[in-house]
């Protein structure tokens, strides 16, 4: 019985140990899940709550932070680098040079004048024939406001049309930057399967932040209603009720609160345009033999516009060795 005792006794001193002293594996595997579980009920939880926070957060995407809006006058934007490239020289032409779009032009510079100078403005659709000057005036309108507003600080922003879905993300960049800023997209329009256009009209009316008093939006578009003929048909001829099928989609141009219509040139507009960049740009050439080639280029291309006067005077110079460049 005393033997018996001392087995006892021996076997609880040595809490896990062989009779020879080593650890005993299966105990000490006990022990250890007993602690844990022990650790667990006290602050675990916390703990592994805390590994959890900070996975998520090295997976979060980072946040967006706005470039230095100071080193350019223009930027483009690109969502799937989530940033704003700078543009050193923006391809423009100068106000002078626009020749046939008067009304239309002083619309443009008054609504971005009142704009830059913190008064409300309104989002421009400069809509119509191709090649008049589009988007030259929207660029021209920034680089004249621009100068005669510095302390604005201006800034044109471009993007473009299959990037509108990204514009509620350039929109917090831009919401609490000092400048004021053009966005531009160039040529916009909607196939008959693209919902991104939702989002434009989300940002330019009806959401609940709303455009940001700091930004203005400007696009051009050949169609007025930014959709084409045929797919408004097929929304009239599908649809259940025709009329709010259409007007679903008819209504993103209503959300623009200018619209500036181009249309084609006359012959004199078209010569004045030749003219003009001829007389701006130095190159010799006798007038009564510039209109007739002026004519005859434009009667090859099927078309008198702006576009066509300047292909015409940049192969003209061209052929005289005159360098284009406003620098000289």
């Given at each position: ?23 005993n ?7 250890a ?13 916390a ?20 470039p230095?809006?100071t ?6 934007w690109?969502?799937?680098g ?9 391809n423009r032409?100068?106000m002078?040079?626009?020749?046939g779009i ?8 008054e609504n ?5 100078r ?33 302390a ?5 922003i471009?993007?473009?049309r ?6 509620p ?54 169609r ?16 259940i ?26 012959q ?21 033999e ?5 004519l ?7 078309a008198?516009?702006?576009r ?7 192969d ?9 460049s406003?620098?000289?």
């Amino acid at each position: 019985m005393a033997k018996s005792r001392a087995r006892s006794s021996l076997g609880r001193s040595s809490l896990g140990r062989s009779s020879l002293g080593r650890p005993n594996k299966k105990a000490t595997k006990n022990l250890a899940r007993a602690g844990g579980e022990e650790a667990h009920g006290s602050g675990g939880d916390a703990a592994l709550l805390a590994r959890i926070a900070g996975a998520l957060e090295r997976l979060a995407p980072a946040a967006l932070a706005a470039p230095d809006f100071t080193t350019a006058e223009a930027f483009v934007w690109h969502p799937e680098g989530r940033r704003l490239t700078a543009v050193r020289r923006v391809n423009r032409v100068d106000m002078s040079l626009l020749k046939g779009i008067d009304r239309v032009r002083d619309l443009l510079v008054e609504n971005t004048e009142r704009f830059a100078r913190g008064l409300p403005a309104n989002n421009a659709l400069l809509w119509g024939a191709r090649g008049m000057g589009k988007s030259s005036l929207v660029k021209a309108a920034h680089a004249a406001i621009g100068k005669a507003h510095p302390a604005a600080g201006l800034k044109l922003i471009e993007i473009h049309r299959e990037d509108i879905e990204s514009l509620p993300e350039l929109m917090s960049i831009l919401r609490n930057a000092p400048q004021h800023f053009i966005v531009f997209c160039d040529d916009l329009s909607f196939d008959a399967e693209d919902t991104s256009y939702k989002s434009l009209k989300t940002m330019l009316e009806g959401g609940i932040e709303g455009r940001p008093e700091n930004v203005i939006f400007y696009a051009t578009s050949n169609r007025r209603h930014l959709l084409a003929r045929d797919m408004m048909e097929n929304e009239r001829s599908t649809a259940i009720n025709p009329g709010e099928a259409v007007e679903e989609k008819v209504s993103l141009s209503d959300r623009f609160g200018l619209w500036l219509g181009f249309h084609r040139c006359s012959q004199d507009e078209y010569l004045a345009m030749v003219e003009g960049y001829v007389a701006h740009y130095r190159v010799p050439f006798d007038g009564a033999e510039l209109r007739r080639e002026a004519l005859e280029w434009a009667t090859t291309r099927g078309a008198r516009s702006g576009r066509v006067a300047w292909q015409y005077v940049q192969d003209l110079a061209g052929r005289l060795g005159v360098r284009m460049s406003d620098d000289r």
